[in-house]
């Protein structure tokens, strides 16, 4: 470590997510598990920690929610990003069949997750839950890593009219094995409760306001633990 | 037979390791998990009376020297802190592990009132902070560097508070000796020394700017250790007050030199950045060797001892 504490990359490509938000990937990689997250400055504006959406290139799914992910989102080509990290305890592998529920945003959280599945052969369903259509974000990256990709929204405007969890239970297909969420937090505990009836394993991904990133401040506590150094990813138990 | 138990101001600490101030205690519950996990004496982070949201991101980076921070002093209030406190009390005294509340003013009069408060929840001890860096943009000089200052914040602590008190002390201050001289003189019980350094600023080269949001930051980790173990050494030698030594304290060797230097308890922050909370036992653990290692059953038989 240097007395840098950030590295620097570029914006290479941008990848629309419709009225979400929009996908930045950057012209270098990141070593680091999937479920692992990065804390993104831009100078002068804020800093604030983002899921690796991808290693290689490494790549960051922004959803447009305030001040700092707006101007995010109004990065271009060639604009540089500052990164450290990265930080936390990611997912790891289990199963031969398993299946990835993500709420908003929280799509990002298991792009990864999906891309080191899918070469052990592992077949992969993928539940992308949002409002509407327009605020789907990563279907086509979870098609194009050849998961078998099932769609809820609140308004029927794309897949079933229901949350994630009816999606689930509509999906056909081979028996999973295995459960992944990252979402919204009352959509983390109906898929905890979902997998404890079914007798799953499942792990979810938290997600709380947080400063350091590094298990020193303490303001992402979620009860004893910090999401930040303990996670984010924990058994579903957590939630139960 | 190695004994980990030491005393501080007549109270019993389980092990010699002090969680710091500022680091995990924002809740009852991480207070609770670092007793859990091996820390003798567990405290809070610093509140103020009135709830302070904190300067923005990035509060708190890691360097190749350590960790520099402005978190700011973010804290809920002495009233909401209160409650978080007497919480944590009830869940700690079983596990024998006391609580350090830790109380920070920007006038003689703050820490007045706050003390107050946090006095209902009747902590083991109260930790004045008087030596915050971070927040001089807003508050001017922390009373730590000033002697006077130092003695009048105590005063009126000890004015309206019988129980334990101790005075965080700043490694900056010209003269640390002539500050705690003034706040043994004004009623402290015992001693922290002391808080972060500086404040220090990094510059991000390609951003052109300081990378701190708050521009400064104060010092911690392994760049403090040896500007600590000076000032606990010196006011060892100076003043007959318990000290808890904390400053880049990250291994059992780390905690024995302060004990050396003259500590009675040891504290332990920046070290969890990273390892997390299983520091305490890491350290307990290679501290309980050493001391085997070189005969010594009792923290209080080698404390001071390298004063030659």
Redesign the interface.
Known sequence: ??????T?MRVADLVPEGAAGVTLILDGALDCQPGQFI?A?L??I???PFSVMDDAPLSLSVAHVGPFTHALCLLQPGD?L?L?GPYGHGFALHGAHPLLIAGGSGAAGLTLLAKRARPRGDQVSVVLGARTADLLMLRWRYEELGCVVAIATDDGSCGLCGTALDACNALDGPQHDVLYACGPEPMLRAVARYARDRALPCWVSLERVM??G??????C?C??R?VC??GPVFASSVLL | MTDLCVELCGVKLPTPLVLASGIWGCCAETLVRAAREGAGAVTAKSCSLEPRVGHPNPTVLPWSGGLINAVGLSNPGAPAERDVLRTARGELAQLGVPLIASVYGHSVEGFWEAVRLIAQAEPDFIELNISCPNVESEFGKPFALDPDAAGRVTAAARAVYAGKLLVKLSPNAPEIVAVARAVAAAGADGLTAVNTLGPGMLIDVRARRPVLANRVGGISGPALHPVAVRCVYELAGALDLPIIGTGGVRSGEDALRMVMAGATAVGVGSALCGEGIGVFRRILNELEGLMTEEGIDHLADVRGCAHV
């Open positions: 470590m240097s007395s840098q504490p950030h620097v804390m400055w100078p002068g804020e800093e604030r540089r500052w450290r400063k350091c590094i298990g020193v401040c303490g303001s506590h009860g004893e910090l150094a303990d």
